[in-house]
């Protein structure tokens, strides 16, 4: 590739070049317009050796000063070494071309590295950019610019069009949109006004709102996001930790073939030192083992990038890694599997019809702020009339008695569970297949009909239970604290292979330990909970997934892996993204460790010259940078 041509790649990528970068670019095209020139002039003029040195010096003058600054400070065998020793032997036995072109060609793979890994990094920066610089702080009626970290909870903020967030809060005042995909991986503005929680590292889109804190900045979504991103990097997988361990191995075997190359055929042969020294020199070359180096980690780092940009925090790449081998995923349900939100899902009156009764619950409910309370008032639907219900008790325990107006007739009605109905001798008559929280209504001792009440299964999980079921995961088992007859009849909605339910945090510590035993060897089991009483069971696991981002503190601390949004098919794009990196790792080391011994054979037995060790290294490096690159550029598939 011309260097005119590495440019316009560079510049249609659509990023913009760092100054290092830049300053290379140039040094590479004044190292390539000697070298043309030295070609040119090659066995023509004296002076054409000048325009070689030119070359080199313009290409890789650098690359010499970091060898023996490296060795100064006690790293001997790294590819500045290698890359001197090798190039000096050429020029000493005459090759100078071949010299040129390694430093040129090397540094052009230097130069591709870079520009990946700043394309890698830039997907992490982009979320670390969520950082807020500043809160608008109203105190005593005064609005000051103050640092996040100076506001207190409970405090007052404005925030204006086109701001970041600063503190997680509730909109006290204004409505607005809020822009999320930073946090969350969706495009969508998400619509806020009073009463809405917002969360810190989002940006304000278009209204003024005026937000009470309800964290400190330490304690905020956007502080425990950035300090994931910013620890992701020190949990390595093994396959990286392998490749470190491999190169500082593997780089002082070959220093020493190289060198038992140069010397020992030509003392016991006799003559023939600059052919053995320039065997050596390619051995040097194609030696280097940048391609391993730079393009594993460059994968994981890639795949961790990909997931953030999908709404995906992974605290390592090893857990990549893990999750790759993922073939078991044992979930919580409420919160998790359901949304936590009650909804009237059967009205079944004995006489007349279902509205009747559902207006009859909507009274004797008035007065209550209980989440079933609330679900039937909004199933209901109409506005109630307050003077149509006296004398309202609730008992403890059992449910609400209350004096409701019928036409113009006053009934003592009732509102509770089975122990209330007992209590006041009504005889009941429900479907024991009915599943949920059912609430019966009597008058007097006459039974009047019931309302059940469930969790509702959320919009995505059919389609991640689907997902997961492509992926290969075989075993998807649910743990609940909810009875178990409501926990088997979700289960066998959603087509799961095992449900265990009534089950304290400590349970479902033991029933995760239970499969662990069972599940196969190499392969992981992931939970995936939401809540506090999660947290042990999520530590528990090989992988603890966090649903929600703004969820519990301890479930996020205790988790592996945290989805920024309440979306159980993130968990297939999880899968998807740690594949795909680990496949794309197992390509790099294939090809680098096959295409390297193959050359270095040639190269030792005189097949292969140094240009072939040049496509050896920098070849070899480029195509698997390249290649690491496509970790970038997951999408999600729709399932």
Sequence with gaps: MELS?????LERSGEIMTKKQKIMVFRLSVSGVFFAGALILEGKSFYAWILFLLAYGAAGYDIPIK?????AGGQVFDEN???TIATLGAIVVGSLEEAVAVMLFYQVGELFSDYAVNKSRKSIKDLMDINPEYANRIR???EEQVDPYEVELGERIVIRPGEKVPLDGVVLKG?????????????MPVEVETGSRVVSGSINLSGVLEVETTSLFDDSTVAKILELVENASSRKAKAETFITRFARVYTPIVVAFALALAIFPPFFQGGGWGVWIYRACSFLVVSCPCALVISVPLSFFGGLGAASRNGILLKGSNYLEAVANLDTVVFDKTGTLTTGRFEVTDVAPVHGDREDLLKLAALLEYHSNHPIALSIKEAYGKAIHVEQVDQVEEVSGYGIHAKVRIGEEWHDLSIGNRKLMERQQVKIDVPSEIVGTTLYLADKREYLG???ISDTIRRDVPGAIEGLRSQGVKNLVMLTGDKEEVGKAVGERLGLDQVYGSLLPGDKVFWVEELLKKKSFGKTLAFVGDGINDAPVLARADIGIAMGGIGSDAAVEAADVVIME???SKIVDTIQIARKTMRIVRQNIVFAIGVKVLVLVLVAFGYASM???????VGVSVLAIINAMRTLAYKHESQ
Excluded at 611 to 616: D, L
């Design 611 to 617: 240009w072939a060790a040049v496509f050896g290294d």
């Design 81 to 83: 070494f290698l890359m």
């Design 140 to 142: 005593d009626g005064i």
């Design 5 to 9: 041509q590495l440019v316009c790649v």
């Design 450 to 452: 019931s309302v059940v």
């Design 67 to 71: 060898a023996c600054r490296n060795i």
């Design 175 to 187: 409505n607005s949109s809020l822009d999320t995909k930073a946090l969350t991986g969706e495009s």
């Design 566 to 568: 309440d979306e159980p």
